[in-house]
């Protein structure tokens, strides 16, 4: 047991030190994205079965800038998710749906962005806030 513990603090010190600096250019580039996503959204266009749709084309047309800029639409498009989640007893049931469908989409990209950028959850808490960090877990 002892040493199972040693192992995954290991792991930890390990992982802190493998982490990237948050640089003034890469949070720069994460707001960017993250700019990018909401305003990909107009008027007509909020509810989720719009709203994936553009933001799946504004996806895919931002498909060669940067990892940092992805990292920021992901968690965009996520906070939109959740503003549908919120009005959950105002929206029709296929809503809620294409609102879940969005997060999973989203959510995983955003995971895979943090990994292949080497950014810890607690420098995810430091470029989005506590809550937005949160809503990439959990829907």
């Not at 079965?49 to 990892?67: F, G, P």
């Not at 990994?115 to 937005?132: C, N, S």
């Amino acid at each position: 047991m002892k040493t199972i513990i040693f192992c995954v603090a290991a792991l930890v010190i390990l992982d802190s030190a493998l982490a990237i600096e948050l640089t003034p250019a890469l949070k720069a580039e994460v707001a960017r994205g993250m700019n990018a996503a909401t305003s990909a959204i107009g008027p007509g266009q909020a509810l989720p079965t719009s709203a994936i749709q553009v933001l799946i084309r504004e996806q895919k047309r931002h498909a060669k800038k940067s990892d940092a800029f992805k990292l920021g639409f992901a968690q965009g498009a996520v906070s939109w998710m959740h503003v549908a989640k919120q009005h959950a007893l105002s929206l029709p049931i296929v809503e809620i749906e294409q609102a879940r469908t969005g997060w999973t989409i989203f959510s995983s990209e955003a995971t895979i962005l943090q990994i292949r950028l080497k950014l810890t959850d607690a420098q995810m808490v430091k470029l989005f806030g506590a809550r937005a960090a949160a809503e990439l877990k959990e829907f």
